[in-house]
């Protein structure tokens, strides 16, 4: 599977489930290249305190595809909440 046919995929919440395995928390789902090779790989980030542990591939159709999983996702903050002043362009 191509790198553009797994970014068609990886909207549906299906594949969310599987990936997740019943995780809960902050995290996000994309698509990207393994390193040294051109293999399409999907990137799971989630925060360094999620202690699950995630497939490291999993079966789209005919294809398997391999799941990278990072731990340093930090859930983004709501701009309001910052404390911070917005400045009008």
Known sequence: ???YQLAAQVG???LHRIVLKGF???YSLGVG???NSDEAVLV???PPSARE???SAVKIGNDSVSVVVKRDFQQPVPLGSRGG???SI
């Open 1 to 3: 599977m191509d790198i």
């Open 12 to 14: 549906q919440p299906s």
């Open 24 to 26: 809960n928390g902050p």
């Open 33 to 35: 290249k393994a390193q």
């Open 44 to 46: 799971l980030m989630v």
């Open 53 to 55: 542990t995630f497939p």
């Open 85 to 87: 002043n917005l400045v």
